[in-house]
């Protein structure tokens, strides 16, 4: 008999969280170490989680009317220069191209951080009338940013992204689509992912830079830290001016056109880990799951129980289901915990037994419930189960976010709350950027946003005791 493999442990969350979340980053086989730092490799089981993603918001992208494009991979120095802070914003996590072959380059080149200043300069040539508008372009690619501290899937130098670039004729078209943008990345995270979110402002001091206003979904994670899900931004007509990109209206005057931005990534996967992982490994929504059952015989050197076991998993998949079935020799003890660090959110057994029965026994990984199924039926089973753990994920992580929002009427009492309790605090806000410093330095937070579901807890500020009338929301973020 082949000796049985070892499934690998992993560090327990309430022991040491960051190495917890390393651990299943590694053994979950989502990701592995490149010879550079910042640079992981994207393992198949990790990428097919990120085809999932993609695949809902590029059917979501091209419901609302974007195309997809591709961009250069290299930004002239001179290019980027263009639009001031911008280029203010991302000098510090930029890499340069300077040698291309045996020769130096008569200009130094940026691996892209980000592409406002390509699609500007591509728009520059192409856009001409108000009949070119709207401009609704999408790119799937890579970016390089420069980082110091990097981590898996949070904090790499190179990730996967799209980014979202679009041109309008009009100030309130140009809004509309930020907002709208905004609307399918929560959505994404909502129904896809399970998990809830706050949708709100940047304030001045936190928004992309060049941007007129950023718009953002903040996440609350297990440790209750907060995460930056994803962004959307409006620019005004400022890249356009300083790219000298118009249009003739239909007035027959020359005009800027008005931008937005946005952008998702695969920083999403880190979220999704942090958010539903547990102590034995990685938990999957069954709508984003590479799979959604393991099919798992038992004693399966027992006449029929082999063909039983392929033949369900045959009906699961002709009903749109994504099904493995394990008929390795490794014992269904060892195949239970390795399915259950990769986060298959269901488990089927089947044995002799059972198939006398005409049962099954379906485990979900979320809860560790044990239900005894007729095999007749079973995909419509299946599917009402895999409902319900997504919305048992989804419950579960709302409370996680509800019970740990609280408010504050003062830096001290706020600074006390992140000390004591951690997650997020809401307090009331002059605008003033030196109060929201304050709150970086006595309480070590930053604000995550303005949220749009504005609630009056007072009149004042919690940091000056001046009037206010915006509330904030406060955390430490990843």
């Given at each position: 008999m082949a000796k049985e493999k070892k499934v690998e442990q992993i560090t327990d969350m309430e022991v040491d969280f960051a190495q917890w979340f390393t651990d299943i980053c590694v053994k979950a086989e989502l990701v592995d170490y490149s010879g550079i730092k910042g640079l992981f490799i994207l393992r198949p089981y990790g990428y097919a989680i990120w085809e999932n993603i993609t695949a809902f918001l590029d059917r979501r992208f091209k419901e609302t009317g974007h195309e997809n494009v591709s961009m250069p991979l290299l930004i002239p120095e001179s290019l980027l220069q263009k639009e001031k802070d911008h280029v203010e914003g991302f000098a510090p996590e930029c890499a340069w191209v300077t040698v291309g072959g045996s020769e130096e380059l008569p200009e130094r080149l940026c691996i892209r951080p980000t592409s406002e200043t390509l699609f500007c300069e591509h728009w520059s040539h192409v856009v001409h009338s108000w009949r070119d508008l709207p401009m609704k372009y999408n790119?799937?690619?890579?970016?390089?940013?420069?980082?110091?501290?990097?981590?898996?899937?949070?904090?790499?130098?190179?990730?996967?992204?799209?980014?979202?670039?679009?041109?309008?004729?009009?100030?309130?078209?140009?809004?509309?689509?930020?907002?709208?943008?905004?609307?399918?990345?929560?959505?994404?995270?909502?129904?896809?992912?399970?998990?809830?979110?706050?949708?709100?402002?940047?304030?001045?001091?936190?928004?992309?830079?060049?941007?007129?206003?950023t718009y953002c979904v903040e996440c609350m994670m297990h440790d209750r830290k907060g995460l930056q899900a994803a962004t959307s931004h409006y620019f005004g007509n400022g890249f356009t001016k300083a790219f000298d990109i118009t249009f003739t209206d239909k007035n027959n005057q020359a005009v800027n056109p008005y931008q937005t931005s946005w952008g998702f990534t695969t920083r999403s996967i880190g979220g999704l880990?942090?958010?539903?992982?547990?102590?034995?490994?990685?938990?999957?929504?069954?709508?984003?799951?590479?799979?959604?059952?393991?099919?798992?015989?038992?004693?399966?050197?027992?006449?029929?129980?082999?063909?039983?076991?392929?033949?369900?998993?045959?009906?699961?998949?002709?009903?749109?289901?994504?099904?493995?079935?394990?008929?390795?020799?490794?014992?269904?003890?060892?195949?239970f915990a390795q399915y259950e660090m990769k986060g298959i959110p269901l488990r089927l057994e089947i044995g002799p037994k059972d198939i006398e029965n005409g049962q099954c026994v379906l485990v979900r990984r979320d809860t560790g419930e044990k239900v005894f199924t007729p095999l007749e039926g079973i995909a419509e089973s299946v599917n009402k189960l895999l409902d319900a753990v997504h919305e048992g994920l989804y419950e579960k992580a709302k409370k996680n976010l509800d019970d740990n929002i609280t408010s504050a009427n003062s830096l001290d009492e706020a600074a006390e709350i992140i000390r004591t309790k951690g997650g997020f605090v809401k307090t009331m806000w002059c605008g003033d950027e030196a109060c929201e410093l304050k709150f970086k330095e006595v309480a070590g937070v930053s604000s995550r946003c303005m949220p749009f579901e504005q609630e009056k807890l007072g009149e004042v500020c919690a940091c000056c005791g001046r009037p206010a009338d915006k509330m904030v929301i406060w955390g430490v973020a990843y």
């Open positions: 790119q799937w690619c890579s970016v390089l940013r420069w980082e110091k501290t990097t981590r898996p899937f949070l904090r790499g130098r190179e990730f996967l992204w799209q980014e979202g670039h679009t041109l309008h004729a009009t100030e309130q078209e140009a809004v509309e689509e930020t907002e709208q943008m905004l609307e399918i990345y929560a959505e994404c995270y909502e129904k896809l992912l399970a998990m809830p979110v706050v949708k709100g402002i940047k304030t001045e001091k936190e928004k992309f830079a060049g941007a007129e206003r880990i942090m958010t539903h992982g547990d102590n034995s490994g990685l938990v999957l929504p069954p709508r984003v799951a590479p799979v959604q059952l393991v099919v798992i015989p038992i004693a399966q050197h027992k006449p029929g129980v082999t063909e039983k076991a392929e033949e369900i998993a045959a009906a699961l998949k002709n009903a749109g289901i994504r099904v493995k079935t394990d008929l390795s020799d490794q014992s269904p003890g060892w195949k």
